[in-house]
């Protein structure tokens, strides 16, 4: 048998699931389900069984710190993680792993796997991975096909064709998300699931088949693969190469024309996490039919998802509503709407508002910084760095720092001087002065920021010198 490659695609941003999930930090890095993220979930489901190479992620830049983080926290060195420059969807993304696996081991089997999925019963999963790989090595190309638990119109559909060995089918037909009366129709006739999204085939399989049905994704992205370079522990592919690209997924640009589609039907608890209804569905409901987490007084309240984030929530006489605080926002929403986020979203866009795009608390390669007050002229922050990690080397036309540790030790450099500050000391670092803070000891450095002047904006950050390699990237402390 063949080396099954779990291929991690990570490149949405989950807005139906904002305010929790925002472009920064979308759900796949977001513990929704237990204490790991719903990406870390995908990573572990597999296990650590013989034949099952290390995971290759595919993500954008944005993320790749935070990914990074993730992985090593759960001991894990992935076969490559590939930054996309621009999002292209997912048939060029597998045309990009097809490449680099094709590389390493022609025959491979490719495994791909959306960051952010949720499976209920992981061995039932596992055996379900067993039987796909013995289909896709005999040439097939496997989707995993979900036993459909309501008439749902938020998933698309896949028509099982003639049975073939390995309990599989053949795919009759693939069908987009359905009206609500459409849907009654295929749970009535039977013989239909819903797309996970989950395919398994070996890498020339698939690179076959692209070559005959998509052949401009394929060579484009062979092209951004082969102009790649090494970005620390990163691989970026090849920008101008992948933005001509087409944009398809891989449904319609592959499985909809090719003849070598098959379904594997499986019953495993699995959701696509998509809407904070499926969160509702999912969670444990009390008397009431209530999800609850976080500080909730819930009186009289019946059918509703209430997630809080530190500060007392409470509710009186409501029924059938998502209620979610994160600090800085608070969506209130009936549950019949939860399709609609997406919407309200996009209109926090327009309006130029940010928090679509970051959290009060946004990740960094060094820790974190966290949005305390703000006001005319002045901004206040918290920061926590790692140990051992340092921000880059900068400095602002248009404010001026002032810097108290709160805990830890901090090295800082200041124009031409260092200086070492304990708990409790502070320093003043004034307009077009170049500076860095470090910190040089072993348990996490917090810092009290106050900014001053007259503008206050991240993009206010010229960098000379970074460790972590974004003297490219979009300014960011």
Not at 34 to 43: A, N
Not at 148 to 162: C, Q, W
Request: charged share 25%; net charge negative.
């Amino acid at each position: 048998m063949s080396v099954i490659y779990p291929v991690v695609l990570s490149g949405g941003t989950g807005s139906r699931l904002w305010p929790v999930s925002r472009a920064q930090m979308p759900k796949q890095l977001m513990p929704f389900m237990s204490e790991r993220s719903l990406l870390q979930e995908t990573v572990l489901r597999l296990g650590d069984a013989d034949g099952i190479a290390p995971p290759l992620v595919i993500s954008n830049a944005d993320h790749r710190f935070m990914i990074a983080a993730q992985l090593q926290e759960l001991g894990i060195t992935p076969t490559a993680h590939v930054l996309e420059p621009v999002g292209r969807n997912t048939a060029a993304a597998a045309a990009v792993a097809a490449k680099i696996v094709g590389d390493l081991d022609a025959t491979g089997i490719l495994l791909l796997l959306p960051a952010d999925h949720h499976i209920t019963d992981a061995e039932g999963f596992r055996t379900a991975v067993k039987a796909g790989a013995v289909l896709a090595q005999s040439g097939h190309i496997v989707t995993f096909g979900i036993t459909p638990r309501a008439p749902e119109t938020g998933y698309g559909y896949i028509k099982r064709g003639d049975a073939i060995d390995g309990g599989a089918f053949a795919v009759a037909q693939f069908c987009e998300k359905p009206d609500l009366a459409r849907a009654e129709s295929f749970l009535a006739q039977g013989g239909y699931d819903w797309n996970s999204g989950i395919f398994m085939c070996r890498a020339d399989v698939l690179a076959t088949e692209m070559q005959t049905h998509c052949p401009e994704i394929l060579a484009k992205s062979a092209s951004a693969v082969a102009g790649s370079f090494k970005d620390l522990d990163f691989l970026r592919l090849d920008r101008p190469a992948f933005e001509a690209c087409p944009s398809a997924p891989i449904d319609t640009a592959v499985m909809e024309r090719t003849t070598k589609a098959v379904v594997l039907p499986l019953d495993i608890g699995w959701s696509d996490v998509g809407s904070w209804n499926a969160l509702w569905e999912l969670g444990d409901k009390d008397d009431s039919g209530n999800v609850i987490s976080g500080d909730v007084l819930a009186v009289d309240t019946e059918e509703t998802y209430i997630r809080g984030n530190g500060r007392l929530v409470t509710t009186l006489g409501v029924k059938d509503l998502v209620i979610v605080d994160t600090g800085d926002a608070v969506l209130i929403a009936d549950k019949g709407r939860v399709q609609d986020i997406r919407s309200l979203v996009s209109e926090l866009k327009d309006l130029g508002r940010t928090e679509h795009d970051t959290h009060a608390r946004v990740h960094r390669p060094w820790g974190f910084y966290e949005s305390i007050e703000a006001g005319d002229r002045y901004q206040v922050k918290h920061l926590m760095v790692k140990p051992g990690a340092s921000l880059s080397l900068q400095m602002h036309h248009h404010r001026a720092e002032h810097w108290v540790v709160v805990k830890g030790t901090a090295r800082v450099v200041l124009g031409n001087r260092e200086l070492l500050l304990s708990e409790n000391e502070s320093t003043y670092i004034p307009i077009g002065t170049p500076h860095r803070l470090e910190n040089p000891g072993k348990v996490p450095l917090s810092i009290i920021e106050v900014q001053s002047g007259c503008y206050l904006g991240e993009d206010d950050i010229v960098r000379m010198d970074d460790r972590y390699g974004r003297l490219e990237d979009k300014p960011e402390l």
